[in-house]
């Protein structure tokens, strides 16, 4: 097994929605806003290569979208996907599964692109097997109110209509082996219905890519939880009892959101369960 960090797509979000109720003069310590009070957000996707499967987890935000779109999320950097499969030799075409977290348009609208003539939309990965679970793919096709906006319809129903969509079988319990993925999923309903964080056994290390659980390292204490998740007093026990578990088992956090911060360890402290070692990608993985 191989695994290569696929950089999607850098943009910038309002630095209070992403802590919610901690003040910014307490966030902007860790996530420095800009004068607009943005902060710098990553799109960083996994790709996993496994004997004849190459599994990409998450697809960023896409292209596809309108330049008003765009807007609202102050795009930056020079990063892309296709550029950062090419950078280790692989094409949309090589991908054999899209494993998507969740449905919201900053984690999958890269799975769909506009058709040649731009008349309606085409799955992005045209030999890709799409992976959601049947929970999830139900909340995000029928959007309440104030998620609405983060599930678009144009990058999830192309899935279901190219006959690629397929669904997880969820495990007993929290967390449990995925039959059709050959690894953990730790499943969290705060932030959306029924999230999936994939655990990765990597080289004697064990890889958790945490979505939007621990969107970056400052939002390790407890209460920094995003404005934007639906349930924010259900992701206070399943973050804590995560990280609990991070600390005891050692994991290697892959934070998909943090600019700067690619993946870290945490030890507990006597303030909590705190940052401990931040490392590059290519340090773990080679």
């Known amino acids: 097994m191989k695994i290569y960090p696929i950089e999607a797509g850098n943009f910038k979000l309002d630095g209070g929605a992403m802590f919610g109720v901690v003040p910014k003069t307490i966030w902007n310590k860790t996530n420095p806003a800009d004068e607009n009070n943005l902060i710098d957000i990553a799109a960083r996707c996994m790709l ?3 004997g004849n499967r190459l599994i990409l987890i998450d697809t960023g935000m896409g292209n596809k979208q309108s330049e008003k779109f765009f807007g609202y999320y102050s795009l930056w950097g020079s990063h892309s996907l296709d550029k950062s499969l090419a950078k280790y030799g692989f ?60 599930f678009l319809s144009e990058n ?8 690629q969509l397929n669904f ?27 999230m999936m964080l994939p655990h990765i056994q990597y ?8 979505a939007d659980l621990i969107p970056t390292a ?17 992701t206070l026990p399943e973050k804590s009892k995560f990280l609990h578990s ?19 360890t945490v030890e507990n402290t006597e303030k909590g369960i ?13």
């Open 48 to 50: 996993i290569e496994d």
């Open 91 to 150: 094409h949309r075409d090589d991908v054999t599964d899209v494993f998507m977290t969740h449905l919201h348009f900053d984690h999958c609208g890269g799975s769909v692109n506009w058709n040649s003539d731009k008349t309606g939309y085409e799955v992005a990965f045209k030999n890709a097997t799409f992976w959601t679970n049947e929970n999830h793919w139900e909340w995000a096709t029928k959007p309440n109110a104030r998620e609405k906006a983060s």
């Open 156 to 163: 999830i129903l192309p899935m279901q209509e190219s006959r």
């Open 168 to 194: 997880i079988k969820k495990p007993e319990g929290d967390y449990g082996i995925s039959k059709e993925m050959d690894f953990g999923i730790f499943y969290v309903d705060g932030h959306t219905e029924k």
């Open 203 to 210: 080289q004697g290390k064990t890889i958790v890519f945490c």
């Open 218 to 234: 400052g939002h390790l204490p407890l209460p920094y939880v995003m404005g934007y998740d639906t349930r924010p007093l259900l």
């Open 246 to 264: 991070a600390v005891e088992n050692n994991y290697y956090l892959w934070l998909e959101h943090d600019a700067h911060n690619e993946i870290i």
């Open 274 to 286: 705190r940052l401990k070692e931040v490392f590059r990608c290519e340090h773990i993985l080679t």
